[in-house]
């Protein structure tokens, strides 16, 4: 049972990012993304921003570690790219796996990752 409103705030929005990782296979979400009636993308822009997962360092790490769980690349700025720049990578790796053409050039694939 979690007795801090903060932390249960946290786990309904964590919820909803699962759900968006579900539909979307990334939480590189654009601000205006919702899931679950919830406004996951810009939840997710606030806990990208220094400081947004807490300022008790511990209860930080362990939410950031909830959200690698979902996905490893949740937070793309601290990777060295943007969020952008995930998500279109995210959908080209989809389009390519779904048999799709990426325009007859696998230079995407050389891409960090």
């Not at 930080?60 to 720049?85: F, H, K, M, Y």
Request: hydrophobic share 35%; glycine share 10%; aromatic share 8%.
């Amino acid at each position: 049972m979690i007795w801090d409103t903060a932390d249960a705030q946290f786990e309904e929005n964590l919820a909803a990012a699962r759900a968006y990782y579900a539909e979307a296979s990334t939480l590189a979400a654009p601000r205006h993304a919702t899931a679950m009636d919830k406004p996951v993308g810009q939840w997710l822009t606030n806990l990208r921003r220094p400081g947004g997962l807490g300022k008790d360092p511990d209860r930080a790490a362990r939410r950031g570690e909830q959200l690698a769980a979902i996905d490893p690349d949740w937070n793309p700025g601290q990777l060295g790219w943007t969020v952008d720049w995930q998500r279109h990578h995210t959908g080209l790796h989809a389009l390519q796996e779904a048999g799709g053409d990426t325009g007859g050039d696998p230079a995407w694939r050389h891409l960090p990752r």
